[in-house]
């Protein structure tokens, strides 16, 4: 190996639940330049296209340090809000995307549980790996904690709330739909579910949300689910995705 190549700083934590501290995260930031969770832009960009108009509103919830909204920039997408919870995340994004010439980008501080924003006035909203921080200490994935089911449903009244109705929430994730749909199932909502799967051997799920589309199946949490088989390569294995499994018995 080139001993001159720049290192990848230290940034996995010791454990999971310090995901949950924002001080991680700052700490994390302040290092560290780029990371993308849950793969490339490119990876997903034939489902994102679907569902993303160059004239829509977007909302990215928990941005980080990530280039998604650079992307749906170049793609003609160029209405985009971005928050996060880290003023360091906040402030290197916004340097970043001055530096680059993108002026139009709003970005700002904010709390993905407690949205900043009017009713109904996003056409889409994408979180991509930011809800899963939500389930990294919430105990049985099929009984999690009472204070993980507060957050998450915060999170997602809230997302409900911001959107415009036939608004599409999208959420990239690990979250397989057996331990999402009690969540995006709840009465309080209306929007519709649909999932597809990205990634070679090792699956993403891309959920795509639609308000005021529910079904009104009344068999649509006892539908049989078919999920693609798993393979892991080597790298994705080394990827601190991985970390964020959370039907590990399966694989």
Known sequence: MDQTQ???????????????????????????????????????????????KPNSSVLEIGCGNSQLCEELYRDGITELTCIDLSSVAVDKMKQRLFSKGYKGIKVLEADMLDLPFDNECFDVVIEKGTMDVLFVDSGDPWNPE??????????????????KPGGIFISITFGQPHFRRRFFNAPTFTWSIEWKTFGDGFHYFFYILQKGQRSLDKDEDTKKIDLPPISLFHEELDNEDYLFRSNLDEL
């Open 6 to 52: 720049t290192q990848k700083p230290d940034v996995v934590p010791d454990t999971a639940s310090a995901y949950l501290d924002p001080h991680y995260w700052d700490q994390r930031f302040a290092q560290e330049e780029h990371y993308e969770w849950f793969k490339e832009y490119s990876h997903f960009r034939h489902l994102i296209i679907q569902y993303v």
């Open 146 to 163: 009472p204070v993980t089911v507060s957050k998450v449903m915060a999170m997602l009244n809230d997302v409900h709330r911001v959107l």
